[in-house]
């Protein structure tokens, strides 16, 4: 059953001077899943990510959430599939459906039919040479939200907005656009976005989005690293200023841990559940404090494996300088940061 939160209103003033919104104050307490890459067909490969393991992972997380105190909702921050085919869907759905909160979800580069699927091994098994071999029936990205309609979604957009606890909206972006090697948000949903916003003057709001707005590490900043961006951020960031109830802008691409504050708003970065360190992130707002801490899920074998195939990633390690020291670079990157907590009277305007 989901608390009362007893929320008090704190006014904020606006940047232009001419009048006021309104935040909650009181604590709200809210998880955060990323990269679960959860796939039916045995032989699914996403770089780095333990994809055979990501039943039990996700399983364990949401046990693990059910049985945290005061959790409010839970966020599905993209790439809840690795193979967005009917199996995975109707399995991942009957997982989640056991969670005891609310949860909602955006899209992610995965979700929909340029996923980063292979051929699961098992359906090219007795074929013979030159034979194509089966491939499951990957669902659109429509499909996709059609099936998490009410977690989040309402028609037939990929973003939207909703009212997730007195005082507190949720605003999921929709950033990963069909053909785009980074993400992207169009004109149509900018403009979404602000009137949105702007709608919501009075409360307190928390975007969440697949690919970045801000670079979390140096590294993001560069070419190998750049699919994570939104190409056009700083037209995002600009809608998201003009709006100073704007309190947070969550990130599900990162697969690490981190945080900035730029202007008044919180930006986070999530761990995934499927790559090393196998964590979700619990994070909790209060009315002087932003805490986030990322709560591991594997075992001492698992965590063991998912970080020597980290450790074997191109994409991943294969940005840092070769030999132990980048290594060691690489796992405090990815490992780090397990806990951080974030001064929200330094951000507010």
């Not at 109707?90 to 969670?99: E, F, N, S, T």
């Not at 360190?277 to 986030?292: D, T």
Request: aromatic share 8%.
């Amino acid at each position: 059953m989901r608390r009362a939160m007893g929320w008090l209103i704190l006014g904020v003033t606006v940047a232009a001077g001419c009048g006021s919104s309104s935040v909650p104050r009181g604590q709200v307490t809210f998880a955060v899943l990323a990269g679960v890459y959860y796939s039916a067909e045995p032989g699914t490969r996403v770089e780095a990510a333990m994809v055979e393991d990501s039943e039990s992972l996700l399983r364990k997380a949401v046990a693990d959430l059910n049985a945290a105190k005061n959790l409010d909702f839970v966020i599905i921050a993209g790439d809840l599939f690795a193979s967005a085919d009917g199996l995975a869907l109707d399995r991942a759905k009957a997982i989640l459906a056991d969670l005891r909160v609310p949860y909602y979800a955006v899209l992610g580069s995965s979700d929909g039919p340029e996923g980063a699927m292979t051929v699961p091994a098992a359906a090219s098994a007795g074929k013979s040479a030159g034979e194509p071999p089966h491939k499951p029936w990957v669902l659109s990205r429509s499909a996709i939200i059609w099936a998490f309609q009410g977690r989040g979604f309402s028609g037939s957009d990929g973003y939207w907005s909703r009212e997730v606890m007195p005082g507190l909206v949720l605003v999921g972006l929709d950033t990963a656009e069909r053909g785009r090697g980074s993400g992207h948000v169009d004109a149509r949903q900018l403009a979404w976005l602000d009137q949105t916003l702007a709608a919501h003057a009075g409360k307190a709001v928390v975007v969440v989005g697949y690919h970045e707005l801000v670079a979390m590490h140096p590294l993001d900043e560069g070419a190998a690293w750049r699919h994570k961006w939104v190409d056009n951020a700083a037209e995002v960031r600009q809608v998201l200023e003009r709006h100073p109830n704007v309190l947070a802008v969550l990130a599900g691409d990162g697969h690490f841990a981190e945080g900035r504050i730029v202007g008044r708003t919180l930006y986070l970065a999530s761990p995934s559940v499927s790559v090393w360190p196998l964590a979700y992130h619990l994070v909790r707002f209060s009315p002087k404090e932003a805490e986030a801490v990322w709560v591991p899920l594997g075992d001492d074998d698992l965590t063991r494996r998912a970080q020597e195939r980290l450790l074997a990633s191109p994409l991943y390690r294969g940005v840092f300088p070769a030999g132990e020291d980048g290594d060691t670079a690489c796992v405090r990157l990815f490992g780090g940061k397990k806990m951080e907590v974030y001064s929200l009277p330094t951000i507010r305007p």
